[in-house]
């Protein structure tokens, strides 16, 4: 039978070889498709959600398996730190999110004619050396907290907790000798400072470039030359602590060593960072049985943000941030901020050491932003 329902066996022949075709150029392009979402590289997965808030992350993670793992890896429980930073003129504030990788601007003439000292909990610790005028500045509420006039002279101050927490002093140590160092003390609400002078019984060079930090009740300054001062403030007690300064290769102590120093806490630990523009950072871990410093390879998924005047760390942050140190200096126009990865042993971008000599002190500081920036504007 030549005709079959009035095709010829050749003319059925070729349209099932076109059909067959297009079926299976069909299924090629699904395949295609397919690959381009559900084969991503997981770096490239990280990326991509690493952008993502909270809610978006958590969506995401229900698609399928890889998505959820690369996801959970990502998900931001806390939030960076942001590099703000202090104009030589005018009063517009920046405000660098490493995350993101965005600036974010505030106008804030409250702040004319201060330098930074301080910050802790969102809140701003402020100087007016030409009035000798102390305050507190909260730069997304706008909240000012007055306190009583103190001439600054060669030192730096720190708080213990935001000045609307019950509890917060603010302390400051003065070098008046070798063996001698004025602290001072304060608390909001105060009507003046209390100072009160104290003997060292080990070598305690104080200086502008100490460097300070509250935890456990205590507060902890790293003295110019690497020893550790503890002030008690509920006691009113001051030592220096019988622990050598942590040891570091001599180009560490090269020039502007004493700029390349930051120090931290976390959940009870304190941290030091020695930087040397020639070398890779090293990062110190009090050990307080043994009353020794302990060198760190690792900060076990511990991101930690240095800045002369104050340093702070957080944990789970997103999974390209852990284990690392982020510094207060920016590259690329503002694109990227420099970092140190424990993880890969790197600088990022890299041969990106930097000389803390270049930088002015008080430029720039890290703080902690709000859960909702857009409220502030």
């Not at 930090?213 to 902890?220: A, E, K, S």
């Not at 009353?291 to 942050?317: I, K, N, Q, Y």
């Not at 720039?364 to 932003?369: G, R, V």
Request: proline letters at 6%; aromatic letters at 16%; hydrophobic letters at 40%.
């Amino acid at each position: 039978m030549e005709h079959f329902y009035g095709l010829s066996l050749l003319d059925q022949l070729s349209e099932t070889i076109t059909d067959n075709r297009r079926a299976a150029g069909e299924v090629k392009n699904e395949n295609l498709e397919l690959q381009t979402w559900a084969d991503l590289p997981a770096e490239l997965l990280e990326l991509i959600f690493s952008r993502l808030i909270l809610a978006e992350n958590i969506r995401a993670s229900v698609v399928c398996k890889r998505w959820h793992s690369v996801a959970n890896a990502v998900r931001v429980v806390n939030q960076s730190p942001w590099l703000m930073y202090f104009p030589k003129f005018g009063d517009c504030y920046e405000f660098y999110d490493p995350a993101q990788r965005k600036t974010h601007y505030l106008e804030l003439p409250e702040l004319n004619g201060s330098r930074v000292c301080y910050t802790k909990d969102g809140w701003l610790l402020l100087y007016r050396p030409r009035t000798h005028r102390v305050f507190f500045f909260n730069p997304f509420t706008r909240e000012l907290i007055k306190l009583p006039r103190f001439e600054m002279t060669y030192q730096i101050v720190a708080f213990s907790c935001a000045p609307t927490s019950p509890g917060c002093v603010l302390f400051t140590v003065k070098h008046v000798s070798p063996t001698v160092v004025a602290i001072s003390t304060c608390y909001p609400g105060a009507t003046e400072w209390t100072t009160v002078n104290y003997q060292n019984r080990l070598p305690f060079v104080s200086s502008i470039w100490n460097k300070l930090v509250f935890c456990n009740g205590l507060f902890y300054c790293l003295s110019l030359t690497g020893w550790l001062g503890v002030f008690d403030p509920v006691e009113r007690i001051w030592s220096v602590l019988a622990v050598p300064p942590p040891k570091c290769p001599e180009n560490f102590f090269a020039k502007n060593w004493w700029k390349g120093k930051f120090m931290t806490e976390h959940e009870g630990d304190i941290l030091v960072i020695y930087t040397c523009c020639s070398e890779n950072p090293i990062i110190f871990k009090l050990d307080q049985t043994l009353m020794e410093w302990e060198e760190m390879r690792t900060l076990d998924g511990v991101t930690l943000f240095a800045s002369f005047l104050s340093s702070h760390s957080r944990t789970d942050l997103t999974g390209i941030m852990r284990n690392s140190v982020y510094f207060s200096k920016v590259r690329f126009y503002g694109k990227r901020c420099i970092s140190f990865s424990l993880d890969d042993y790197r600088y990022y971008p890299r041969k990106q050491c930097h000389d803390w000599g270049e930088q002015d002190p008080f430029e720039n500081i890290w703080i902690e932003p709000p859960k909702d920036f857009a409220a502030c504007m």
